[in-house]
């Protein structure tokens, strides 16, 4: 693949300038906070200054740890997904000093993962979703369906589950993708119903995918369909695409610091809205 593609197009283009304007201010000061059921922006914003703006709703940053820890404090957070999700995970891990990690002596690949907060009450979780999966030796009891886990997860005002579903399905016909899907909106569904106060983050698939197994294209196919699946449903879809595929750093399935950053903000703003 390198030969023939990634190439560097000669030319140059000129200095854009950016200035501001007062009523496009206007316009972002007037956009709602970030709550579920909001309708996507295409697109979906920009970057300015390594900071993403939301053309959605009202995207908070929270530059000091304690910023970050005040927002998750008193929750009880369960990540199922693939290594683009973990990413988060590490990122609150290192970012928040006294967030510390429980080692379960797992693969790390695959998990679980747990770190714990004991003065503010936080307990972080992240687990591989159950296969497709592609990872080094793991033992298979640690592998677990997400419709399972959250059939066993009681939810209430303090719960927040993220989930993301798609790398490690490309490779896959997408029938397995829709059923998968299927058992995850039922599991979600049933959550809710019995607690509807619980957050629920559905993270949108992430541009950078340059391998044998997947491509850009291939997830595009599995993006559209994963918000379909909860379109209407009480949950959030974290939009992370257009975050990914606009900023400066080269392609990456797994994106560099400044971006994962920035995700986890837009997650932060959903859960903090103020």
């Known amino acids: 693949m390198g030969p023939v593609t990634d190439k560097t197009i000669s030319g140059s283009v000129p200095p854009i300038i950016i200035k501001p304007n007062e009523s496009f201010s206007d316009l972002l000061s007037k956009l709602p906070t970030c709550r579920s059921g909001l309708n996507a922006s295409q697109p979906s914003g920009f970057y300015y200054g390594d900071n993403w703006t939301s053309l959605v709703c009202q995207v908070h940053h929270f530059p000091q740890s304690s910023d970050a820890l005040a927002c998750l404090k008193g929750k009880d957070i369960h990540m199922f997904g693939d290594s683009t999700l973990r990413q988060w995970f590490e990122y609150l891990e290192k970012f928040i000093p006294s967030l510390k990690r429980i080692d379960l002596h797992v693969n790390y690949q695959s998990g679980p993962l747990i770190a714990v907060e004991a003065n503010a009450g936080l307990v972080m979780q992240w687990r591989a979703h159950g296969l497709p999966l592609r990872a080094t030796k793991t033992m298979m009891s640690d592998l677990h369906y997400e419709a399972a886990d959250l059939a066993g997860i009681g939810g209430g005002p303090h719960t927040v589950i993220v989930l993301t579903l798609w790398a490690h399905f490309t490779s896959y016909p997408v029938m397995v993708y829709l059923e998968r899907l299927d058992r995850v909106r039922q599991a979600i569904s049933s959550l809710l119903f019995r607690s509807p106060e619980t957050t629920v983050i559905i993270k949108s698939a992430n541009t950078g995918y340059k391998s044998i197994f997947g491509s850009d294209w291939l997830s595009l196919q599995l993006d559209i369909l994963l918000r379909a699946?909860?379109?209407?449903?009480?949950?959030?879809?974290?939009?992370?695409?257009?975050?990914?595929?606009?900023?400066?750093?080269?392609?990456?399935?797994?994106?560099?610091?400044?971006?994962?950053?920035?995700?986890?903000?837009l997650m932060l703003s959903y859960l903090c809205p103020h």
């Open 229 to 265: 699946a909860f379109k209407g449903m009480g949950v959030i879809i974290l939009d992370v695409w257009d975050m990914t595929s606009c900023h400066y750093l080269p392609d990456n399935i797994h994106p560099g610091p400044p971006v994962i950053k920035n995700e986890v903000d």
